[in-house]
């Protein structure tokens, strides 16, 4: 949730809001179809009505760092939205593995007495016993907490295992504090994977047969041939111009037998039983002549019509272009279906460990084998098709950037999920020995679960820092500069993997963790949510500006955006320089409001000002794309053509304009950072660039790309963003009157 909103959440909207998500839960309980869809939503039926309950007697403050009595650092049961159910997510019922540790160290099974127990010799041996071993797991972050303790104990620190017990004691009775046992230890490696082997095996036994190509395929293989051998049998007496005789009766009451064993077997394609079609109307011409029924003018019509027109589109039975056509159908239909090719990709995924990814692919996509083939009764040879290949990608394990160039990894979003993987390690990698790495990074992926809060009055959400045995840890950090070499590659890969794309909110959090560990003063900012919007900044954003004036000073942004970098610099040398930024935010976005659509043009104007990042991750952390300032340049150029197209004939095109500007945006950025003569030379060819996409495309950015040239030129927009009676204008994302990029620019006015 976003950090950054302010004052508060009054309790009837978090009612109402709870109450809506109550009632949509309840819809899906009772009428989906599937059970498993079912039972997910009466758990959140339950959840909700703790939300209420906690709203209505007033022990949940919605909004808070601490909604409940728990410490922040406790991990809260948290609902879609952000709110909490009041309850713990170490809490609740003995686990399993509680139990079954309470009956070996014969102790009462309650929480307490296992506390108890693990401060023991014994207790304190079976904990170092797991630190070694490597074979347990942290599914919440409490869990990790007393093999800290062991931890600290192991390596003198008798003074931090002291402080943490005392810190957790008073919820020894409520909340778990220890992992639960595995039969392997997890893997501590530099490559990531988007998806387990485990994920892409069920995915793929999701696949059921499409109906509509098993439909075709029957037609294909059990409807055209029988109607062709209808065709035969009636041209065999010309279409009654002349009497059947006997054979040819014998012959026509097999065709009826054998019609009705496959209609029974094959009940995809009911096209044979439309009384319209050729095959219906030839068979039931037969079945009444069979039955010596005399056929009337019209039936003889329908008749002799149905046979001259399924010679003239396909030929004679056993004419050349007949074999040909059939031939080629018959190729078509011998494909095996995507159903057929991913149980066999699932046969060879049953071998492999099914909870990490897959180093090398390329044995799981060869070629189906002659081993295979005698099993399956796929041919040997057979490649399998983009569509499951992609699936399978999915869990290639490799560095991200392998990923990136893949595209197994698509977007920043997806980046942004995979990185909690890798920072793990790289924080991990800070600490003397294999035991605490190894507890590091399990107790970091485990709090990257953390759901966030909703919170309100500039609060932010719990740091993994802030957990007590994490600050224990930290005092034995040893080296940073593998954490910092990470963060500058995190950075490069990002800028350089999705240069039109602003960094979404969880990698703003995975960076900003990684530079609290280098000790760097690099203020990260994430996108805030307009609707809850309440014009207040926290003091990073003008430190993020800050940055910006020192990179950014005299440049072609500063110019095209309008801005006072010396001015903004200023303010951070003022005591309320944060309510100054925020002034000075709302004063370039032409006053505040109370809609969606004029926060949000507060907002982009805080973007500009501190680049949102850009300038951040490159005067302070380094980032320096491989392929170069203008490479990238003209990659987030080519992201706001696509955007663009995306406009035409959208009815609810803002969100795409938005984007669109975000990604003119990071041109712009890129484009300040290149040489003179290299500006002047894309400048001079983004026009000819827009005519690769749709015409409409050029039209509607030749406003922005007119504005572009004039500021490269010396000139500068009115104080309304435009200039040359419209035909410029600079290019903003957020607006409260109708966007000028949205009309269609053919559309006669």
């Known amino acids: 949730m976003n950090d950054d909103a302010g004052q508060q959440l009054p309790t009837t909207v978090g009612s109402e ?54 410490p922040a650092w406790v991990t809260l049961d948290v609902v879609r939205g952000g709110f909490a159910t009041g309850r713990a997510s170490a809490g609740g019922a003995l686990e399993p593995y509680e139990i079954a540790a309470a009956r070996r160290a014969a102790v009462p099974e309650r929480r307490a007495a296992l506390f108890a127990h693990s401060l023991t010799a014994a207790g304190m041996a079976e904990l170092d016993a797991l630190l ?4 347990y797991e942290v599914t919440i972050p409490e869990e990790s907490a007393l093999l800290t303790v062991a931890w600290l104990v192991r390596v003198g620190d008798v003074r931090g295992a002291a402080e943490l017990v005392d810190t957790l004691e008073p919820f020894a009775d409520q909340l778990r504090f220890t992992p639960r046992p595995t039969e392997r230890p997890v893997p501590d490696t530099d490559t990531t994977h988007r998806h387990t082997v485990s994920d892409v095996t069920r995915t ?24 062709d051998e209808l065709l035969a049998h009636w041209l065999r007496v010309r279409v009654l111009e002349q009497a059947p005789d006997g054979p040819w009766l014998e012959d026509a009451a097999r065709l009826l037998t054998r019609y009705r064993a496959l209609a029974t077997a094959h009940r995809l394609c009911g096209k044979h039983r439309d009384p319209k079609e050729n095959l219906a109307i030839l068979h039931d011409a037969l079945a009444d002549v069979v039955t010596g029924r005399t056929l009337d003018p019209r039936q003889l019509g329908l008749l002799r019509h149905a046979v001259a027109s399924m010679v003239r589109r396909r030929g004679l039975p056993g004419s050349a272009a007949h074999t040909a056509l059939r031939r080629a159908q018959s190729e078509q239909t011998a494909q095996p279906s995507y159903h057929a090719l991913a149980a066999l990709l699932l046969r060879r995924l049953s071998e492999l460990p099914q909870q990490v990814g897959v180093r090398d692919i390329a044995p799981l996509l060869a070629p189906v084998d002659e081993s295979e083939s005698s099993v399956s ?25 392998t990923l990136i160039e893949r595209g197994v990894i698509p977007s920043a979003e997806v980046l942004a999920e995979l990185v909690p993987q890798l920072v793990a390690v790289t924080t991990a990698a800070a600490y003397p020995d294999a035991a605490a790495r190894t507890l590091v990074a399990a107790t970091y992926r485990a709090f990257r679960n953390r759901r966030s809060l909703l919170l309100l009055n500039l609060q932010h959400q719990v740091r993994v820092e802030e957990l007590p045995w994490m ?12 954490v910092r070499s990470a963060l500058r590659e995190l950075g490069e890969l990002a800028v350089q993997g999705f240069p039109g794309t602003i960094l979404p909110n969880p990698l703003v959090r995975e960076f900003d963790v990684l530079a609290r560990h280098t000790g760097l003063r690099a203020p990260l900012v994430e996108e805030l ?57 709302a004063e370039r976005a032409g006053g505040t409001g109370s809609s969606v659509a004029a926060n949000g043009k507060v907002i982009e104007q805080a973007q500009i000002l501190t680049t949102h990042n850009l300038a951040t991750l490159v005067h302070v952390i380094g980032v320096a794309p491989t392929p170069g300032w203008a490479e990238s340049t003209r990659r987030c150029f080519r992201t706001v053509c696509v955007l663009t197209a995306r406009v035409h004939n959208n009815p609810r095109p803002l969100a795409t304009i938005k984007d669109a500007a975000y990604a003119w945006r990071q041109m712009l950025f890129h484009l300040s950072l290149c040489a003179p003569e290299e500006r002047d030379t894309i400048v001079g060819g983004l026009a000819s660039s827009a005519l690769e996409h ?47 990029l949205r009309p269609n620019p053919f559309a006669r006015r």
């Open 529 to 585: 949510a307009a609707d809850i919007f309440m014009g207040t900044f926290t003091p990073k954003f003008l430190d993020a500006a800050v940055i910006a004036h020192e990179l950014l000073g005299d440049t072609l942004y500063e110019r095209y955006y309008g801005i006072d970098y010396a001015a903004v610099g200023a303010l951070a040398t003022r005591a309320n320089g944060a309510a100054e930024f925020a002034r000075l935010c």
């Open 471 to 482: 600050r224990a840890l930290a005092a034995h950090r040893t080296d940073a500069a593998p």
């Open 694 to 740: 749709p015409a409409h495309v050029a039209a509607r950015l030749a406003p922005a790309l007119n504005g572009l040239r004039l500021v490269a030129d010396g000139g500068a927009f009115d104080r309304t963003g435009s200039a040359d009676r419209g035909r410029s204008r600079r290019f903003l994302g957020w607006t409260t009157e109708p966007h000028w």
């Open 17 to 70: 809001y709870a109450r809506g998500l109550l009632a949509t839960a309840f819809v899906t309980a009772v009428t989906h179809r599937d059970a498993a869809t079912r039972n997910r939503a009466e758990s959140r039926i339950r959840k909700w009505w703790q939300v209420l309950d906690g709203l209505t007697d007033g022990t949940l403050r919605i909004g808070s760092r601490t909604p409940t009595d728990f």
């Open 204 to 227: 793929l036994a999701a696949r059921t047969p499409n109906r509509a190509v098993e439909t075709q395929r029957e037609a294909l293989t059990v409807w055209q041939p029988f109607a």
């Open 377 to 401: 009764g796929i041919p040997a040879g057979v490649r399998f098709p983009t569509t499951l290949r992609r699936i399978v990608e999915s869990a290639l394990s490799a560095p991200l950037g």
């Open 132 to 135: 070694d071993s490597g074979r």
